[in-house]
């Protein structure tokens, strides 16, 4: 059975940081592309940000490059997404998800998620 479990989600102040994690297990974590997305009450779940089976960073929405960096640690079949000069406007559940042996961008493509981390930013 596939498990995907966020963590590090909270409460900050606006120019905080936080890191997320996400711990997968019940799959071949080294296959998976690892991907971020979030979403805001009243909005589409839009591409944080991803990350290839062999590492290759795919890019999510402006509003987050240059502050959140993705990365993953498969010895711990584990991605996060370090997430600095947070705004208000970041404020979502933030949910990974994984996908085998594909980059793609766009949430049909996930095959498996995790129930999701609060991220609220105050200002």
């Known amino acids: 059975q596939v498990q995907l479990v966020e963590s590090g989600g909270g409460l900050v102040q606006a120019g905080g940081s936080l890191r997320l994690s996400c711990a997968a297990s019940?799959?071949?974590?080294?296959?998976?592309?690892m991907g971020w997305f979030r979403q805001a009450p009243d909005k589409e779940r839009e591409f944080v940000a991803g990350i290839s089976w062999t590492g290759v960073i795919m890019d999510g929405t402006d509003s987050v490059k240059g502050r959140f960096t993705i990365s993953r640690d498969n010895a711990k079949n584990t991605v996060y997404l370090q997430m600095n000069s947070l705004n208000p406007e970041d404020t979502a559940v933030y949910y990974c998800?994984?996908?085998?042996?594909?980059?793609?961008?766009?949430?049909?493509?996930?095959?498996?998620w995790g129930q999701g981390t609060q991220v609220t930013v105050s200002s």
């Open positions: 998800a994984a996908d085998e042996w594909r980059t793609a961008t766009m949430a049909s493509s996930y095959d498996y």
């Open positions: 019940g799959l071949t974590f080294s296959s998976y592309t």
